[in-house]
T-cell receptor, first 112, second 112 residues
Framework: LAKTTQPISMDSYEGQEVNITCSHNNIATNDYITWYQQFPSQGPRFIIQGYKTKVTNEVASLFIPADRKSSTLSLPRVSLSDTAVYYCLVGALNTNAGKSTFGDGTTLTVKP | SAVISQKPSRDICQRGTSLTIQCQVDSQVTMMFWYRQQPGQSLTLIATANQGSEATYESGFVIDKFPISRPNLTFSTLTVSNMSPEDSSIYLC?????????FGPGTRLLVL
């Protein structure tokens, strides 16, 4: 299983770009990387998913270097409402979830 | 995306009793999962419930304590049996839909 490591916490200010990195040194060939956002008392919400290089959607970008041993979630121009816990999940898409590994999460605090 | 609902959203139970949590998905999915999330912690997979087969439990979780039903492609239940205060946690249903894993809102359980 790919073990994932994330910073425990990060602070930012409104309007700044935030980059959260997840390390997954033993990622397998079939593994994808997925990022989730979780607010208190809610389930994780899907943000973005990728396999390699760069993926962008309407809320975030995901950068994955060629060796795929890490990934960086980039949130452009954060607001107070982006204060949440962010998790990376590494695992293959067509197998049991037990083969996937959740990180411990990064608590992002956005300050005014 | 897949929209997942859970019932109940929260409950307070007495030790020694059992609680059944329901999970409903708006799309047919083969792979459904149950997670536990203790306060301030990441998500821990309890079991995988694929329709038409017995649930597969992760290390540390047993069927007698967490029986699961999966009667069709849109529904599953998780029962927390003979509860103790240590079972106080958030229980989350999750599905894999179109190569992405989605999560329900969670059921917050407090055992007294």
């Amino acid at each position: 299983l790919a073990k994932t490591t994330q910073p425990i916490s990060m602070d930012s200010y409104e309007g700044q770009e935030v980059n959260i990195t997840c390390s997954h040194n033993n990622i397998a060939t079939n593994d994808y990387i997925t990022w989730y956002q979780q607010f208190p008392s809610q389930g994780p919400r899907f943000i973005i998913q990728g396999y390699k290089t760069k993926v962008t959607n309407e809320v975030a970008s995901l950068f994955i270097p060629a060796d795929r041993k890490s990934s960086t979630l980039s949130l452009p121009r954060v607001s107070l409402s982006d204060t949440a816990v962010y998790y990376c999940l590494v695992g293959a898409l067509n197998t049991n979830a037990g083969k996937s590994t959740f990180g411990d999460g990064t608590t992002l605090t956005v300050k005014p | 995306s897949a929209v997942i609902s859970q019932k109940p959203s929260r409950d307070i139970c007495q030790r020694g009793t059992s609680l059944t949590i329901q999970c409903q998905v708006d799309s047919q999915v083969t792979m459904m999962f149950w997670y536990r999330q203790q306060p301030g912690q990441s998500l821990t997979l309890i079991a995988t419930a694929n329709q038409g087969s017995e649930a597969t439990y992760e290390s540390g979780f047993v069927i007698d304590k967490f029986p699961i039903s999966r009667p069709n492609l849109t529904f599953s239940t998780l029962t927390v049996s003979n509860m103790s205060p240590e079972d106080s946690s958030i229980y989350l249903c999750s599905v894999r839909y179109q190569e992405t894993q989605y999560f329900g809102p969670g059921t917050r359980l407090l055992v007294l």
